[in-house]
């Protein structure tokens, strides 16, 4: 398989990390580390706040998305917070999560607010077992307010066609 072609990056989402939401995520993930609780087993730990778990960036636009947070369009708007796009979606077949990748620049802590950026592959065609498959990336990267890098996410969709 080539390497992939990416479009253009989407408009930026902002985040802010909440405590609540942090706790939660490690408890529906089985991670019963006292860290995720406490900010004082946080610090105790060594970390400057209650760190986010693994995998966390990859749900937290949808618990700290707020609409005062997002940078305001030309139109003086915030920006939209959907930053799927819709390509394909009419399309019969099967979407299937292939696998994820996270690069962690630094550790997510609560209070952070983050910026995330999605760009999307053009659809790689593969010969799989089950006949023809298409292969889409999303690449998220997800920035401090200064633009430094903390969390870069790559997901592997793969669609198989109907027929």
Do not use: C
Request: charged share 20%; hydrophobic share 35%; glycine share 10%.
């Amino acid at each position: 398989m080539s390497e992939p072609v990416f479009g253009a990056w989407g408009p930026p989402t902002r985040v802010r990390i909440d405590h609540g939401p942090v706790w939660v995520f490690a408890r529906a993930v089985k991670d019963d580390n006292p860290i995720y609780a406490s900010e004082v087993a946080a610090r105790e730990a060594g970390f400057t706040a209650v760190p986010s778990p693994p995998t966390f960036t990859f749900v937290m636009s949808h618990a700290g998305a707020y609409p005062d947070l997002q940078p305001a369009d030309e139109s003086g708007r915030g920006a939209s917070t959907a930053s799927i796009p819709a390509d394909g979606s009419a399309r019969t077949g099967l979407y299937l999560h292939g696998e994820q990748h996270f690069t962690y620049h630094r550790q997510p802590v609560v209070g952070d607010v983050l910026e995330g950026r999605m760009r999307v592959s053009e659809p790689m065609t593969k010969d799989g077992s089950r006949g023809p498959m298409e292969i889409t990336l999303l690449e998220t990267r997800w920035t401090d307010l200064r633009g430094e890098p903390v969390v870069t996410e790559r997901i592997v969709s793969i669609f198989l066609p109907d027929g």
